[in-house]
């Protein structure tokens, strides 16, 4: 991208749809303490709220020319290979720029498409026009698993990559960060606190409302299963978070132990929590001041996921 921007992000998906109802103003609010707190990345999509999440983000950074956006394309229609064309794709931005109210969109990302799609010159020859166009700066990939990841890495106009990485998925660290640190490919950590469940604030008794896909898409009824609680039972995880929690340190939040986590891998460029409120926004951001966690807890976060979750999640993503 050619932009310098804060190791933790933000993510606007809450602001738009599918983790309960938030209001403009109280979006507004979330977004601005995420700035005071040091915040210069905000990733969109154009199907979080159908747009509602990039018309938000839009009429928050009009006149911020420091902030850097992020948005996604291609999860309004049906996720067939032959929707990713060229004229698609103008379309697409075309309607993003508009929500967001730019001339030029900072960086698109093909929203975890078909697989066949990351292997498409087609597809990679479009994207590149639509940068001769001027209708973006730059393109990236958002993915699913380790092996479409690495397909895009390979392509040379590839700017970035955003896959799931937290405590609970691990295998990104084997070939995907080491791939894009040789290639120069930045990383996009999302769903770094596996849906909430790293906050350590959840147990048995937590209920999610029927708008929230914690709720409606435990099983993947909705959408690939690894974007709710990254995968993992939730039980499974609850028990997890209860094995790291004495590793957090002291002033330290569980959320901020797990952010600080991903800030220490290799090659990881922003991490991007989601927040419903000012005060989640801010101490998410707060992760980044933490100092490097010891190598004792770097090792129980491992032994932690062999134990428990890497039967669960590594072969399947």
Same mark, same amino acid.
């Given at each position: ?10 993510g ?5 749809? &599918? ?8 979006? *507004?609010?979330?977004? /601005? ?6 915040v210069?990345? %905000? ?19 009009? &006149?911020?020319? /420091? ?7 291609g ?10 064309? !060229? &004229? ?5 931005? &075309? ?14 990302? !093909? ?15 479009a ?5 001769q ?6 393109y ?7 092996e479409?990841? !690495?397909?895009? %890495? ?10 799931i ?10 070939r ?10 930045? %990383? ?16 048995? *008794?937590?209920t999610?409302?029927a ?26 995880? $609850? ?7 004495p !590793? ?7 959320? /901020? ?7 220490? /891998? ?5 991490? %991007? ?19 490097? $966690? ?10 932690v ?6 039967? $669960? ?5």
């Open positions: 991208m050619g932009r310098t921007v804060g190791v933790i992000g933000l606007a998906w809450q602001l738009g749809a &599918d983790w309960g109802e938030v209001s403009e103003t109280d979006a *507004h609010a979330t977004l /601005q303490a995420a700035v005071d707190a040091g210069t990345f %905000i990733d969109t999509a154009d199907v979080y709220g159908d747009g509602r999440s990039e018309q938000i983000v839009g009429s928050f950074v009009k &006149d911020k020319p /420091q902030l850097t956006v992020a948005t996604k394309m999860r309004r229609m049906a996720q067939e290979v032959g929707n990713y064309t !060229l &004229d698609n794709f103008r379309a697409w931005t &075309d309607r993003s720029r508009a929500n967001l109210g730019v001339d030029t969109l900072d960086l698109v990302q !093909l929203h975890c498409p078909p697989t066949p799609v990351f292997s498409s010159d087609e597809v990679y020859d994207l590149d026009t639509l940068v166009e001027k209708r973006i700066k730059a990236g990939v958002s993915v699913e698993k380790v479409e990841a !690495l397909a895009a %890495i390979a392509r040379p106009g590839t700017a970035s990559v955003q896959i990485l937290n405590a609970f998925r691990l295998k990104p660290l084997e995907v960060l080491p791939a894009a640190a040789e290639a120069g490919v930045g %990383i996009i950590a999302r769903v770094p606190l596996a849906s909430g469940l790293l906050s350590g604030r959840y147990d048995e *008794h937590t999610f409302g708008d929230d896909h914690r709720n409606y898409n435990r099983h993947g009824e909705a959408f690939d299963v690894g974007e709710t609680f990254a995968g993992v039972d939730f039980a499974t995880g $609850l028990e997890a978070v209860r094995r790291l929690r !590793l957090v340190p002291a002033g330290a939040s569980m959320a /901020q132990f797990a952010l600080r986590w991903i800030v220490d /891998q290799p090659a990881v460029t922003v991490v %991007i929590p989601g927040a419903r409120n000012p005060e989640q926004a801010g101490n998410n951001a707060a992760a980044a001041g933490l100092a490097p $966690l010891w190598a004792e807890a770097q090792e129980a976060v491992t032994a996921y062999d134990e428990l979750i890497r039967p $669960l999640v590594h072969d399947k993503w």
